[in-house]
């Protein structure tokens, strides 16, 4: 929770020109997923980035705004909980994922480590894509000050780092990674596009917009996005998405990753665009990971075949392209944490 307090103080002093001192309800909107940790890092952060002014104290000895945080059941979200599900199509290129050489190759390089891991644990059925929860297991613990067992080892803590790597990589990745996006991080860019867009539309959109949520959102938006790491995100990471409005009247995006308290965040280029990058081109080079219809596009290709399906593209089409960025005049941020 101090963590997310601390990056909401952050927040405040990156926005300090831009947002209100003190809480509005217009400027702000903030959604998160349906966990008790995800919402209460949500409550957290926005104690460090709204502290109350005292007009806004209820109490004396409370330094304390109270500011909604919504949600949605998580059999209904299909937007912050990834892998998003139920998807037909998603499972099938997971399968096909499978039988890739870099699947099967880190299987067999890992099928001795693995059964280690599941004597010593008690666990079954271990595999690449579930040995993720005994690192996090033991992420945690070691976060805490909490004393490993014996046979976790630095060496082997470092192994499982790497296969939870792995198994992002996985879910997002690998294989066919452009239409794994149209039907995962995809859903979630085309909403915060959406938001971008509306915000360079209207003044009457929220100055900020949060999503409070997990790793996997993360690394499927940024898989999406193609500029995944290939590491974990540290707790309270945020991914930021800024928004600004030219002097010519034109709207550019520019994209940072908070991922260590200690440094700013780091600019993130989206391929095919400079940093500042204009909105219709952002919009244009990311056109191919947007899914036109969700639903449709996670039929099987047998269930879809006499419908008039429009064929999803296998890679992603990058035009290089200059693009003159004139000075900043306003910003209106979103992020993703």
Same mark, same amino acid.
């Given at each position: ?107 067999? %390089?890992? &099928?001795?480590?693995?059964?280690? +891991?599941?004597?010593?644990?008690? @666990?079954? !059925? *271990? =595999? ?50 452009? %239409?794994? &996006?149209?039907?995962?991080?995809? +859903?979630?860019?085309?909403?915060? @596009?959406? !938001? *971008? =867009? ?140």
């Amino acid at each position: 929770m101090l963590q997310h307090w601390e990056l909401g103080q952050a927040l405040r002093q990156r926005y300090s020109s831009f947002l209100n001192t003190s809480y509005h309800r217009q400027e702000i909107y903030v959604r998160s997923t349906d966990f008790d940790r995800t919402l209460m890092s949500a409550e957290a952060n926005l104690a460090g980035l709204f502290p109350p002014s005292e007009v806004q104290r209820f109490s004396a000895n409370i330094s304390w705004q109270p500011i909604p945080v919504h949600t949605v059941p998580v059999t209904e979200d299909r937007l912050l909980k990834f892998p998003l599900g139920p998807c037909p199509r998603y499972e099938q290129l997971q399968n096909e994922t499978r039988q890739t050489p870099e699947y099967q190759n880190k299987s067999i %390089q890992n &099928a001795q480590f693995l059964d280690m +891991v599941a004597n010593e644990t008690g @666990l079954t !059925n *271990l =595999t690449l894509e579930t040995i993720w929860n005994v690192y996090d297991t033991l992420f945690c613990e070691q976060t805490h000050g909490l004393l490993l067992p014996p046979w976790a080892s630095p060496q082997t803590v470092q192994r499982l780092s790497h296969l939870k790597d792995f198994s992002f990589l996985f879910l997002f990745g690998i294989h066919e990674q452009v %239409q794994k &996006a149209r039907l995962q991080g995809g +859903v979630l860019l085309a909403q915060i @596009l959406k !938001n *971008l =867009t509306q915000m360079a539309t209207t003044s009457q959109f929220p100055k900020l917009l949060v999503y409070s949520a997990h790793d996997t959102t993360l690394v499927a938006l940024q898989m999406a996005l193609n500029v995944y790491n290939g590491k974990q995100a540290p707790y309270a990471s945020c991914h930021i998405f800024e928004l600004y409005r030219e002097d010519n009247g034109n709207f550019s995006v520019e994209m940072y990753f908070r991922n260590d308290s200690k440094k700013a965040p780091w600019p993130l280029i989206l391929p095919g665009c400079p940093h500042r990058c204009p909105l219709q081109d952002f919009l244009r080079l990311t056109e191919s990971v947007i899914p036109k219809d969700w639903q449709k596009e996670c039929q099987l290709a047998s269930d879809t075949a006499d419908t008039g399906d429009t064929l999803i593209p296998e890679k992603i089409r990058v035009t290089r392209k200059t693009c003159h960025s004139p000075a900043t005049s306003t910003s209106l941020p979103a992020y993703v944490g």
